[in-house]
């Protein structure tokens, strides 16, 4: 299996969608980059945190961004008129009759505040000539968050804390597993799972990982000997046609009885029905989610008043043994900071090869 080089951006409160245009100060130089003019650039989804980032950034780099709350878009396409460069999230799809539509407003790069990009194609998007670039942030977020999540499944932190949550302080019947007894199966070593074994070496456990790309710390084995000899398997590959379902039925009954699973990715990497059906049935021992399947439309919005639509997230969540967070592990204040800064040099450089 091939899993290759990148691999996400979220947000607390949203700006509403009427947009807000920043001040820029040109000619300031930042990493080398010198804008012979003015760039105007267009950041589409942009949460309350994300604009006082780029308000704050912009100006240095000589960029006046136009910002907007709303996703990219049919509706909120004319805020990229006349404007080759637009920063978008991770959270909407920006789909081909999309593209289509911003490569004749005049758009030419897109910088999506992320890394992964399976929300928009790519090859597509180069073939009507709009190059499409991804950012790179602190690994240590995610890497930090997938520990944590980690150390909770394996500790049964969930129903530890809804018991203590209702004041019954009594052990939980099932004692839990220490870290460095086990063996944890890294599936992707990029940037993140290479933070992820540089972090599990401090606590002694056996690691395996699997991946073209090798980095020091683990033991690379095919990826069904990783499944079968792993008590906890950490995802860290990009979502792709080939990763779709990366852990399916079949590889699902590969792991060991008891093992567990934890996910700081993309949901689409593990078949949720599979995993249902080795959660409920007793099989796996438990899971560790920050990314579902199911998360659209859910993640980053308030549900309290209104039911979760999706079936197989609800089943997750009454599960004892399943952990689930919002798609939240990138969100640290130095990850923020990384993808808005990122961004803004992306749209730059793209400027500086292309226009300078």
Do not use: W
């Not at 945190?49 to 709350?69: H, M, N, Q, S, W």
């Not at 439309?297 to 039911?307: E, I, Q, S």
């Amino acid at each position: 299996m091939v899993v290759p080089p990148p691999t996400r951006s979220g947000s607390r409160g949203m700006l509403p969608p009427s947009f807000l245009v920043g001040s820029a100060r040109a000619g300031s130089e930042v990493g080398g980059d010198r804008p012979s003019r003015r760039l105007d650039v267009t950041v589409f989804g942009c949460d309350v945190d994300e604009a006082v980032l780029f308000r704050e950034k912009a100006p240095a780099l000589g960029i006046t961004p136009v910002i907007t709350g709303a996703a990219v878009s049919q509706a909120t396409i004319e805020l990229a008129t006349g404007n080759r460069c637009i920063s978008v999230g991770h959270k909407t799809d920006v789909t081909n009759p999309l593209l289509l539509a911003l490569s004749r407003a005049g758009v030419e790069y897109i910088s999506t505040r992320s890394i992964g990009y399976n929300h928009i194609d790519v090859a597509f998007a180069e073939s009507i000539g709009i190059r499409v670039e991804n950012v790179a942030y602190s690994p240590a977020s995610v890497a930090d968050y997938t520990l944590m999540l980690m150390l909770m499944v394996l500790r049964h932190a969930a129903s530890v804390l809804r018991r203590v949550a209702s004041h019954d302080y009594r052990l939980p019947e099932v004692r839990g597993r220490e870290l460095g007894d086990l063996t944890v199966g890294v599936i992707g070593t990029g940037r993140i799972g290479a933070a992820v074994i540089e972090r599990l070496r401090g606590f002694g456990c056996r690691i395996l990982a699997h991946d073209e790309r090798h980095t020091p710390g683990a033991d690379y084995v095919p990826f069904d000997e990783l499944l079968r000899e792993s008590d906890v398997v950490t995802l860290h590959a990009p979502l792709t046609a080939d990763t779709r379902h990366l852990l399916d039925a079949r590889r699902m009954s590969l792991l060991k009885p008891g093992a567990v699973l934890v996910n700081t990715a993309r949901g689409a990497l593990i078949d949720t029905d599979a995993l249902l059906h080795a959660l409920e049935t007793g099989r796996l021992g438990g899971a560790a989610l920050d990314v579902v399947e199911d998360e659209e439309g859910v993640f980053y919005a308030d549900h309290r008043d209104r039911p979760v639509e999706s079936e197989r997230l609800r089943r997750l969540q009454r599960l004892p043994n399943v952990i689930i967070s919002p798609h939240a592990a990138y969100f640290t204040e130095r990850a923020l900071s990384d993808m808005v800064e990122n961004s803004l040099l992306n749209c730059l450089r793209f400027e500086g090869r292309n226009h300078g």
